[in-house]
């Protein structure tokens, strides 16, 4: 079943095995179709992964493949061959190809480079795996066909007699300190070397991967700092906390070293922290209650639409993708634009009642009542306890090590 646009008109064909999904009006949902339910075969490789590199093919396929006159608006359908020819060469080292302009001599070069780690090399390096993840390169395949601003860039680029030479790499292991891009498009002219162009950052994300920002470590400076990033100040707890860890161990916590999971675990250490980590928790959720849910423009508002712009692009224009199961992609532009959107909603700030604290942050009405369901469910912060492993006196001892996670949820992409 093909789901409604949200105009309420859509237009669904099928040409050389590629879906296309049309909405009439601007939507962030995407071309998307449901496809039969499979159950996902295990795999060694990381899914988010693999998705960054069918995504770069596919983009990469949107490029290559041109119209056949200046005049035609609409491009004709990336493929499955399409993108799993440029896949095959990616494999090889890389991809490289030549294409004329539209009705032009003038050639444009396209290139895709892949840096992602060597799991998912090595998985997508035997063609046999990719009917496993069938699921994400139709994800990928239906982005590059339905993505209005990616398709009117790639008709662009092809009528414009000038030459061109477009770059796409997925960089999911470079510069993560810089940005927050896992798939790049970078565009120049060498005959227009002072034009400039407008590259784009891809963030993707797939289901169960939609983490965009992480503090870890131990400490009551960690919470400091996630907490106090988005306006908050959570230090009228620590002297709480502290005195609430200290009365459970009997030697510094953030020292202690085990031989073994199992005996961190009986400590009961673990589960103590989590106790700790929620009064903290408690004490920030009522905080951002406070400001997120005042029809006014607060400090703490503009502050969390801050950090979640940043958490989501380092303050580069970057484009979020959602891949959800079933092939559905939906899509978020991290810009001041969304941000204007953030800071004039209102929102309700909740904790749950028991295990691994979690804040969820939901949409609310004008009159500042909370919207439920997960269309309304903008993000969550949420804590976890790990028992990290490590190498002490050249002997492999454990310590608790608590991560803070930010995480995008689907009313992140709907708002």
């Not at 992602?116 to 994800?139: E, H, I, M, Y």
């Not at 608790?400 to 708002?415: D, T």
Request: aromatic share 10%; charged share 25%; with cysteine.
């Amino acid at each position: 079943m093909l789901p409604l646009c949200p105009s309420g008109v859509m237009v669904a064909t099928y040409a050389l095995g590629a879906y296309i999904v049309r909405c009439g009006g601007s939507s962030p949902l995407l071309g998307t179709k449901y496809l039969k339910s499979l159950m996902a075969e295990k795999i060694e490789a990381n899914r988010g992964d693999l998705f960054e590199v069918f995504f770069a093919a596919a983009v990469a396929a949107r490029f290559v493949k041109r119209a056949k006159t200046k005049s035609a608006k609409i491009l004709p359908a990336v493929t499955i061959s399409d993108v799993e020819g440029i896949l095959t060469e990616m494999m090889k080292g890389g991809y490289v190809k030549n294409v004329n302009d539209v009705g032009s001599a003038v050639i444009d070069n396209v290139s895709v480079t892949v840096s992602v780690p060597k799991r998912a090399q090595d998985f997508l390096s035997s063609r046999g795996n990719w009917s496993k993840v069938s699921d994400l390169r139709n994800g990928a395949l239906l982005f590059a066909n339905s993505h209005s601003r990616l398709n009117a860039q790639a008709r662009g680029l092809s009528i414009n007699e000038r030459q061109d030479i477009i770059r796409i790499s997925a960089a999911g292991t470079e510069d993560q300190k810089g940005t927050k891009a896992d798939v790049k498009i970078e565009v120049n002219s060498p005959t227009n070397p002072d034009r400039r162009f407008r590259n784009i950052d891809y963030s993707l994300k797939v289901s169960g991967g939609e983490q965009f920002h992480q503090v870890s470590g131990q400490g009551f400076d960690k919470f400091l700092n996630i907490f106090g990033e988005m306006g908050l100040d959570v230090s009228p707890v620590s002297e709480q906390y502290q005195k609430f860890i200290d009365n459970f161990f009997d030697i510094e916590v953030y020292t202690k070293k085990y031989f073994s999971r199992d005996e961190a675990k009986s400590t009961g250490g673990g589960e103590q922290l989590k106790k700790g980590a929620r009064l903290v928790y408690k004490y920030a959720a009522q905080q951002l209650n406070e400001g997120l849910n005042s029809e006014e423009q607060t400090g703490i508002k503009t502050k969390f639409a801050d950090y979640i712009i940043f958490g989501l692009s380092r303050n580069i224009n970057t484009e979020l993708v959602k891949f959800v199961n079933g092939s559905l992609v939906k899509t978020r532009v991290a810009n001041r634009e969304f941000r204007n959107v953030l800071v004039g909603n209102r929102y309700v700030a909740e904790i749950n009642a028991s295990g691994d604290p979690k804040i969820s942050i939901y949409l609310a009405t004008s009159d500042g009542r909370k919207l439920s369901g997960s269309s309304n469910l903008i993000m969550q912060i949420r804590y976890k306890m790990e028992v990290a492993s490590g190498i002490s006196a050249a002997k492999k001892i454990y310590r608790f090590y608590p991560r803070n996670y930010l995480e995008a949820q689907p009313g992140m992409f709907l708002i």
